[in-house]
């Protein structure tokens, strides 16, 4: 079957009840559920060509403003492994050209491997012939190794179920992208790269004696978040992010070794979100494994929370998204 190539698009998401901690490395299998919105302008388009004459999987990737450069190293490796478990799933053994482009900058604190390995995914099954649905889509995205990257198959609002077994681990839509204008203005105030990668901290997660409290935790959180999507009500979806998101920091913050993943200016936007509240401006927000912060508000009052945030010096510049739609595969 040479020469068999596809294109797939995903979106980025933002997890407001968050993936934090890995039970097993091997499938990918988080300790707890998590629940997400698809980020409708952080997208990544990757066409896979399965191609009989390639001595080896190529990967080339281009950045938002950059020309395409060819992937090496950790992040070749996970590529390769993610289209072995296509090539396996599929019965096939050609190489593949990988290439990938992204609509958002590298250095913006955006998880790119959540639209990295959903776009692979789902354009590597559609070159490989496999006939998946979203349900079996997720599973498959998830095993990538970027779990949340699970979650960005469904569209709109998210929830990545688990029961601790390979078939139980997946995402599902709880609400369409236009069921609720909900934006996430994402402040970047810290461009440079990550300390500590989430994969590692995944694994340390248990070395925190706050990581058991934040399970008892978890359920009742992603019950609220739940609740509030589909109510769009959004204090309490803001504030249960919020407490969502500290209880992360935490546990990253003492860990064995702990990690500190915030900066001034992450602080600078806690701080000034929190006065905003006070004057009856609602805002919320919460972070993902990194310094940069992401600002929930209703999408009605976006350009002002953008403008607000600009004008704070900490602040490089920002991103504001609604609710993004699903993986797909473009018509050939
Ligand atoms: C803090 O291992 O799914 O963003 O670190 O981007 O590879 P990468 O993703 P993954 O960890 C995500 C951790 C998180 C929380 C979340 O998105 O749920």
Redesign the pocket.
Known sequence: MANQRATATAHA???VV???GVADSALTLPYNE?V?MNLDHCTTTTTVAFDGSLPADEVGIAWFGREMEEVTGQAYERVVAQLDRVRMRAGIEEWARVESANTFPADAGI????SAFAALTTAAAGAAGLQLGEHELSILTRRS?????CRSIPPGFVHWRNDGTDAGSYAVSVAMPNDWALADVVAIVDTGPKSV???EN?RLAVTSPYFKVRLQEVPARVNGCLRAIREHELATLGLIAEADAVS?HVVAMTAQPPTFYWRPGTLRVMQAVHDWRKEGFLSYWTM??GANVHVLCAMSDAPAVAQRLEALPEVQFTITNGPGPGAYLHAE
Do not use: V
């Open positions: 998401n933002i997890a968050k993936y934090w998590s997400s998880a790119s491997s959540a190794g970027s779990g949340s990257a990668g989430s994969a995944h992360l993902d494994a």
